[in-house]
């Protein structure tokens, strides 16, 4: 794991000049959100590809689950479980990131905080998934299917 975290922060080094040499915040941002889905589906691919040959050593339980995610036992991240909740009818109705958070940790048992929730809100709202709306009530932001 060090020598994947050892390659980050050589990659993040690179790329923080470009990055820096951008005065808005936004763009920077923008910029290094491109720059990791990038990175994201390079390695999608290169799990596709490892898949394969862990599908043939590995047969799959009867619930469906491989040998490899029994024993790494992670839950799915806040993108995951925000793209499932999308394909049901959850978002039909307005949401705040609070009470997302909150369907979330009783739906999916994954505790997250508002905060890792906000920037991939943001992202489909900005990719015409959701809609993002100022509450009248309580000036919050609340969040419904596009």
Not at 4 to 20: A, G, R, T
Not at 96 to 105: P, V
């Amino acid at each position: 794991m060090s020598k994947h975290i050892e390659k980050l922060k050589k990659q993040l080094v690179e790329i923080s000049e470009v990055v820096n040499s951008f005065q808005s915040e936004a763009v920077q941002v923008r910029v290094v959100d491109r720059l990791l889905d990038a990175m994201i589906e390079a390695e999608r691919v290169e799990l596709e590809n490892s898949d394969l040959h862990l599908k043939k050593a590995f047969k799959l339980r009867e619930n469906g689950e491989s040998h490899t995610q029994m024993r790494n036992g992670k839950k799915p991240g806040a993108t995951k479980v925000l793209n499932q909740l999308l394909a049901t009818d959850f978002f039909e109705t307005r949401h705040t990131i609070a009470s997302i958070a909150d369907y979330c940790k009783e739906n999916f048992d994954s505790d997250f905080k508002t905060s890792e929730l906000s920037g991939i809100l943001l992202k489909l709202s900005n990719e015409n998934k959701l809609k993002r709306e100022r509450s009248q009530e309580n000036n919050r932001f609340e969040y419904v299917k596009a």
